[in-house]
C-alpha cells in the first residue's frame, strides 16, 4: 500500500515544480467539469488559455492581461510579505475597496479641477485609505493578540457596504439622472488613469506592480528586514532570540500589503472600472490569495502567476460569450488551481512509499 513518509527537508524542485502541476491538473479537471456541463473540454480549454493569446482576437485580448493582472499582482506581493512571516491577511478585498474609494474621494472633491498634482495626491490618498484599514487589525492583533485573519476577513464585508453607501450616497453622481454610482474619473483628464501606452493595456497601476515586484525581491533578498521576516516565518522562536520585534513586524507587512491593496484600488477606479459602483469590487483582493500562494511567494513568481491569473479571467469572459459557459464555472475553474496546488504541495514536504507489509 502506498504512504507518506516525511522528508527530512523539503524539496525545493519539487516546490518550483508543483505549480505547474497544479495548472495541468486544474486543466483536466476544469476539462470534466465543462464535460459535464455539456460543453466540449478541449475547445473551453484552448479558449481559455490559447486564443487570448494567440487566436484571431489576439490583438485585442493581450493588453488585458496587463489590465486584469496587474492589480492581482500588486496585491498579491503585499500578501505574500505577511505571508513569508507568518501573518495572515485575508482581508485584501476590503483593503482594495477602501483604496479606491479614498483615491476617489480625493479627485472628486476636487472636481473639475485640472491640476498636474491632482493624481499623484489621488495615488496618496489611495495607498493610505488601504494602510489605514489594513492597521485595524494590525493595531489589534498587536494590543489585543485578536486573530488577524478574523478580524481582516470580517472588515471586508464593513467595506463592501461602507462602499455601497458611498455609490448611492454621498459620492454619486449629481448629475447621473438619479442611478447609483459616481462621476466616470475616465471622462476627467486630471484623474484619469490612462494608459501609457496606448493600446497596449499599459497604464500607471500595471508600472506600479512591476516596481513593487522589482522592490519586494531587493526587500526580501537585500535587506535585514527581508531576512527577518523570512526568520519568523521560518523559525519564530529563532527570530525572538535575534532582536526581531514580532509587533512591528506584524504592522510593517499588514500596513505593506494595505497600501499595495489601497494602490490596486485606486488605479482600477481611475482607469478600466472608471467610477464607484455598488459592483466595483470584482474579487481581485480574493483572488490574490491565488497568485501568491501558485508564485511561491516570490516576487517575480507572482508576476508569472498574476498574469496566468489574468488569462483565466480573458479566456473565462470569451469562453462565457462564445460558448455559454456559466461564470460560476469559471469561478470553480479559478479556485481549483488553489485547491490542487495546496494538494499537490504534500509533495514538497512528504515522498509516497510503497509499503510491502501486508495489512494486519
Given at each position: 500500500?502506498l504512504?507518506?513518509?516525511?522528508?527530512?527537508?523539503?524539496?525545493?524542485?519539487?516546490?518550483?515544480?508543483?505549480?505547474?502541476?497544479a495548472?495541468?491538473?486544474?486543466?483536466?479537471?476544469?476539462g470534466l467539469?465543462?464535460?459535464?456541463?455539456g460543453?466540449d473540454?478541449?475547445?473551453a480549454?484552448r479558449?481559455?488559455?490559447w486564443?487570448?493569446l494567440?487566436?484571431?482576437?489576439a490583438?485585442?485580448?493581450?493588453p488585458?492581461?496587463?489590465v486584469?493582472?496587474?492589480?492581482?499582482i500588486?496585491?498579491?506581493?503585499?500578501?505574500?510579505?505577511g505571508?513569508?512571516?507568518?501573518?495572515?491577511?485575508?482581508?485584501?478585498?476590503g483593503q482594495y475597496?477602501?483604496?479606491?474609494?479614498?483615491?476617489?474621494?480625493?479627485?472628486?472633491?476636487f472636481?473639475?479641477?485640472?491640476?498636474w498634482?491632482?493624481?499623484?495626491?489621488?495615488?496618496i490618498?489611495?495607498?493610505l485609505?488601504g494602510?489605514a484599514?489594513a492597521?485595524?487589525?494590525?493595531?489589534?492583533k498587536v494590543?489585543?493578540?485578536?486573530?488577524?485573519?478574523?478580524v481582516?476577513?470580517?472588515?471586508v464585508?464593513?467595506?463592501e457596504n461602507?462602499?455601497?453607501?458611498m455609490?448611492i450616497?454621498?459620492?454619486k453622481?449629481?448629475?447621473g439622472f438619479?442611478?447609483p454610482?459616481?462621476?466616470?474619473l475616465?471622462q476627467?483628464?486630471?484623474?484619469?488613469n490612462?494608459?501609457?501606452?496606448a493600446?497596449?493595456?499599459?497604464?500607471w497601476?500595471v508600472?506600479a506592480?512591476?516596481?513593487?515586484?522589482?522592490?519586494?525581491y531587493?526587500?526580501?533578498?537585500?535587506?535585514?528586514?527581508?531576512y527577518?521576516?523570512?526568520?519568523?516565518g521560518?523559525?519564530p522562536?529563532?527570530?525572538?532570540f535575534s532582536?526581531v520585534?514580532?509587533?512591528r513586524?506584524?504592522l510593517?507587512?499588514?500596513?505593506?500589503a494595505?497600501?499595495l491593496a489601497?494602490l490596486a484600488?485606486f488605479?482600477?477606479?481611475?482607469?478600466?472600472?472608471g467610477?464607484i459602483?455598488?459592483g466595483?469590487?470584482v474579487?481581485?483582493?480574493?483572488?490574490?490569495?491565488?497568485v501568491?500562494f501558485l508564485?511561491?511567494?516570490?516576487?517575480?513568481?507572482?508576476v508569472?502567476?498574476?498574469?496566468?491569473?489574468a488569462l483565466?479571467?480573458?479566456?473565462?469572459?470569451?469562453?462565457?460569450s462564445?460558448?455559454?459557459?456559466?461564470a460560476?464555472?469559471?469561478?470553480?475553474?479559478q479556485?481549483?488551481l488553489?485547491?490542487?496546488?495546496l494538494?499537490?504541495?504534500?509533495?514538497t514536504?512528504?515522498?509516497?512509499?510503497?509499503?510491502?507489509r501486508e495489512?494486519?
Open positions: 500500500m504512504r507518506l513518509e516525511k522528508r527530512p527537508q523539503p524539496s525545493r524542485t519539487l516546490s518550483y515544480v508543483t505549480p505547474v502541476l495548472v495541468l491538473i486544474t486543466m483536466v479537471a476544469g467539469l465543462f464535460a459535464l456541463l460543453k473540454p478541449v475547445a480549454i479558449t481559455i488559455f486564443d487570448p494567440f487566436g484571431e482576437f490583438f485585442y485580448y493581450r488585458q492581461l496587463l486584469k493582472g496587474g492589480p492581482l500588486l496585491i498579491a506581493l503585499g500578501l505574500s510579505l505571508f513569508k512571516a507568518g501573518i495572515w491577511n485575508i482581508g485584501a478585498e475597496i477602501m483604496g479606491a474609494i479614498a483615491g476617489a474621494g480625493v479627485g472628486l472633491a472636481y473639475p479641477l485640472e491640476a498634482w491632482l493624481f499623484p495626491l489621488m495615488v490618498a489611495g495607498a485609505g494602510w484599514w492597521m485595524i487589525p494590525a493595531l489589534l494590543r489585543f493578540g485578536t486573530n488577524e485573519i478574523l481582516s476577513l470580517m472588515l464585508y464593513v467595506a461602507f462602499l455601497a453607501s455609490a450616497g454621498a459620492m453622481n449629481p448629475e438619479g442611478f454610482g459616481s462621476r466616470n475616465q476627467y483628464p486630471s484623474a484619469h490612462a494608459e501609457i501606452i493600446g497596449t493595456g499599459m497604464h497601476g508600472a506592480a512591476f516596481i513593487a515586484a522589482i522592490m519586494a531587493v526587500l526580501m533578498n537585500r535587506h535585514i528586514l527581508g527577518q521576516i523570512r526568520l519568523t521560518d523559525a522562536r529563532a527570530a525572538k532582536g520585534k514580532p509587533a513586524l506584524v510593517f507587512c499588514l500596513g505593506t494595505g497600501a489601497g484600488g488605479f482600477e477606479v481611475a482607469g478600466p472600472a467610477q459602483t455598488t466595483f469590487n474579487g481581485y483582493g480574493f483572488t490574490a490569495i491565488i501568491a508564485g511561491r511567494l516570490h516576487p517575480f513568481g507572482i508569472l502567476a498574476g498574469l496566468l491569473m483565466t479571467y480573458i479566456g473565462g469572459e470569451a469562453a462565457q462564445t460558448m455559454q459557459l456559466p460560476a464555472a469559471i469561478q470553480v475553474f479556485g481549483m488553489l485547491f490542487f496546488l494538494a499537490v504541495d504534500l509533495l514536504n512528504f515522498r509516497v512509499r510503497l509499503d510491502k495489512a494486519a
